[in-house]
């Protein structure tokens, strides 16, 4: 885990200063521009919807497939050109069928938000952009560098949406300079991968096609198969809930569904680190057949973004309702409260099963995964119209808890019936039982006149007596090993 470790520090350094900007653009930004705020995201997370089909799987094929090209010598084959040349070709497509189907298409939104009539046309380039830089960020964190391409990708995002919507709340740029400046910034976003894949010394873009041999090319294509119909399914899973918030309710309320969601995905900031570092040794584990470190990575992974999850979820919720006292608009998004206790369960039940889903789709089981998908993309299809007409916001969070903790049942009843493994142990029942113990003690402590004396103390109290007791008990290795070494180096 040495390697993880580092990378995860480092990631994680540099993704909390972007969820800290992002906090508070939450708390004073975002809720003075719902609605505009809630177009940017439907255009965000419909690219974010469309780009396994856009980019016909190469994504999905350049995480299973790149342990077999690496080779420094030939520039990895001209792996990367390959992708860029598959995920083109599906651009090419996507541009043509939206071209037939724009008019339909802008007056079934259209008749939502006038919103949607004005700007709709900027989700085709925002999705071709996205495609291609999901492809040189899937690509370079195979080199086991995750710092840089998430910045790129996902951290710069922080920055840019909040700084838009406070020009144009200042007046310095009108409506249509904020959502031309989502294009822009993932156009530069792009340019940025460019050079730090050439950095990388691993810019080839003339693909080596003797290399691929028949076979090969055979299991390429039938993995593809598989990214485009599990990635657009898993993305069904995770990103639905707000588009139809957005679609079938109002734009206003897709924005505090989306501030909602934001404040959920914090705890998932760990995940993100160690999950990018360990699903490409997933797949050279396979590669190697290397069963006895996978279990350990798995089970290892798992335990650490347990504690994880459960500190920062527990310690946002035991001050939530001092929390809405500060946020700007805080009455009216006040109606996410409950949405953010929901999402927060599923992104828990996400956390806790660690490498469920690359464990499975790098393996040669691969194709038993479409169970581990359709049904619970079918039910978040199903189960989210219907929550989302009938009980609002809410019920659209409730449907996506309902498909995440189905899609993870599914992923370890697969996982342990193939390969006997699973992710959890005798210590995470232990460090479940710690949060609830903990939160239930300090949840009785009066709270404060002021709002953010409230938030400190609260807060501080579960963190550090939640930490204090997994440290105690020694319920991670590698989390008692990280403090023992930051308190050697401090003496």
Not at 125 to 137: C, D, E
Not at 217 to 232: L, N, V
Not at 459 to 464: E, I, Q
């Amino acid at each position: 885990m040495g390697l993880i470790q580092r990378q995860g520090l480092k990631f994680s350094i540099v993704n909390w200063f972007g969820i800290f900007i992002g906090a508070l653009s939450t708390v004073y930004v975002f809720p003075y521009a719902l609605e505009e705020y809630g177009m940017m995201r439907f255009i965000l997370d419909t690219a974010a919807l469309l780009f396994p089909l856009v980019s016909l799987g190469s994504t999905t094929v350049i995480m299973r497939f790149f342990p077999y090209f690496e080779d420094k010598s030939t520039q990895h084959h001209g792996f990367l050109g390959l992708m860029l040349l598959w995920t083109f070709l599906g651009c090419l497509l996507f541009v043509l069928l939206a071209f037939i189907f724009k008019d339909a298409i802008i007056a079934r939104y259209g008749e939502k938000n006038p919103l949607f009539k004005q700007y709709l046309w900027l989700t085709i380039p925002a999705l071709v952009l996205t495609a291609f830089n999901t492809v040189f960020y899937r690509f370079a964190i195979n080199f086991k560098r995750i710092v840089i391409p998430s910045i790129l990708l996902d951290v710069s995002q922080k920055f840019v949406l909040p700084l838009l919507i406070v020009f144009y709340l200042k007046h310095w740029i009108s409506l249509d300079w904020v959502m031309y400046g989502l294009v822009v910034y993932l156009f530069f976003s792009a340019i940025g991968f460019v050079l730090y894949i050439i950095h990388l010394k691993a810019w080839r873009l003339k693909p080596d096609f003797s290399f691929i041999a028949p076979t090969m090319r055979k299991e390429m294509s039938s993995y593809a198969i598989y990214g485009i119909i599990s990635g657009f399914a898993l993305l069904i899973i995770s990103k639905l809930d707000s588009l139809m918030v957005g679609s079938l309710l109002d734009l206003r309320r897709g924005g505090i569904y989306s501030i909602s969601a934001f404040i959920a995905n914090v705890i998932e900031v760990p995940s993100r680190a160690l999950v990018g570092i360990g699903a490409p040794l997933i797949a050279k584990y396979w590669m190697d057949n290397n069963m006895d470190e996978m279990h350990n990575l798995y089970q290892k992974v798992s335990i650490n973004l347990i504690i994880l999850g459960l500190l920062l979820f527990g310690a946002f919720w035991i001050s939530v309702d001092a929390f809405f006292q500060i946020i700007a608009n805080g009455s009216e998004m006040q109606q996410g409260k409950y949405v953010i206790l929901i999402l927060g369960l599923a992104r828990l039940v996400d956390m806790a099963t660690g490498l469920n889903n690359h464990l499975l789709i790098y393996s040669s089981k691969f194709k038993y995964s479409y169970f581990q998908i359709i049904i619970p993309a079918i039910a978040s299809l199903c189960l989210g119209y219907w929550f989302t007409l009938s009980y609002g916001i809410i019920g659209s969070a409730i449907a996506n808890l309902i498909a995440i903790t189905l899609y993870n049942l599914i992923s370890i009843g697969i996982n342990w019936y193939f390969f006997k493994l699973q992710p959890f142990s005798k210590n995470s029942i232990k460090i479940l039982l710690i949060s609830i113990g903990v939160y239930g003690i300090i949840s009785l402590l009066p709270v404060t006149a002021s709002p953010y004396i409230s938030i400190l103390v609260r807060s501080s109290l579960f963190a550090g007596a939640f930490l204090s007791i997994v440290l105690w008990l020694r319920l991670s290795s590698d989390l008692n090993f990280m403090v023992n070494k930051f308190t050697r180096f401090k003496k």
